[in-house]
């Protein structure tokens, strides 16, 4: 099983499990000028906390990407500031808009926007508590008709069965491996600690055949929830698995 080194900080993720959550709803006050990009998506990032904040969001590619850490693969995160966007002028069809964040300091106030051509479509404050947020928006469709020799594959997570005493009931965590064969995570330990929202998914064309579709997943609080991981291919089930803690040892199917 694969062994975590966590930044300190996120420690506190942990120990905040008694605080109560905070309402999706209550927005901070702007407290920067950002300048929205009228085409694409962009994601942006507002904090009241100056000491910045550090996240991960979906790419323009479709891959999970996040704040990038002071010493390669593990380290401190180089914290972002207040006012931060990242635009994706030509989103692909069935693009996955994803982003999960938290202030340094776990105090303050943030939000997480997302706009399409220049309008908010989506917002996430303070959630679950002060200092945290994160958002996702699944597509009506995604594109699975590959071919049995140039297959789409699909990894999904679902939420079920969630005890909302915990904190991040409704949130996971975990690493898969993408399309190169290596797990996601493998230069940036930051992309399997944030939490992840129910219902996620990502699709992508593998880079060689035979693919070994692998993944990890648990809740983000141990026997918050139940977790389970689907694997797809050209769209069709094969291969699931389900837990309350870290699905070990790791869900695999080759794809020949």
Request: glycine share 8%; hydrophobic share 35%.
């Amino acid at each position: 099983m694969k062994k975590y080194l966590i930044p300190l900080c996120f420690v506190f993720l942990m120990m905040s499990a008694c605080q109560k959550p905070a309402s999706p709803t209550d927005r901070p006050a702007r407290t920067d000028s950002s300048v929205i990009p009228t085409s694409g998506i962009t994601y942006e990032v507002i904090t009241t906390d100056t000491s910045g904040w550090a996240g991960v969001w979906n790419a323009a590619d479709g891959k999970l990407t996040g704040t990038q850490l002071d010493n390669i693969t593990y380290g401190s995160p180089v914290y972002l500031h207040s006012g931060w966007t990242y635009n994706i002028p030509a989103p692909s069809a069935g693009f996955v808009p994803l982003i999960s964040a938290a202030t340094r300091s776990y105090s303050g106030d943030i939000t997480v926007n997302v706009y399409k051509d220049g309008k908010l479509i989506k917002s996430s404050s303070n959630y679950p508590q002060q200092g945290m947020a994160r958002l996702l928006l699944m597509p009506d469709s995604m594109q699975t008709n590959g071919t049995s020799t140039n297959p789409i594959l699909t990894y999904e997570v679902k939420i079920s069965d969630p005890d909302v005493s915990k904190f991040e009931y409704d949130a996971w965590k975990g690493h898969w491996n993408d399309a190169n064969g290596m797990y996601n995570d493998t230069t940036n330990v930051l992309l399997s600690t944030f939490p992840l929202s129910d219902g996620w998914k990502y699709s992508f064309k593998p880079d060689h055949l035979p693919f070994t579709m692998q993944m990890q997943a648990s809740p983000y609080t141990k026997d918050g929830s139940t977790v389970t991981i689907h694997f797809y291919v050209n769209g069709t089930l094969v291969q699931s698995a389900s837990g309350r803690d870290w699905i070990y040892p790791p869900l695999t199917y080759i794809v020949q």
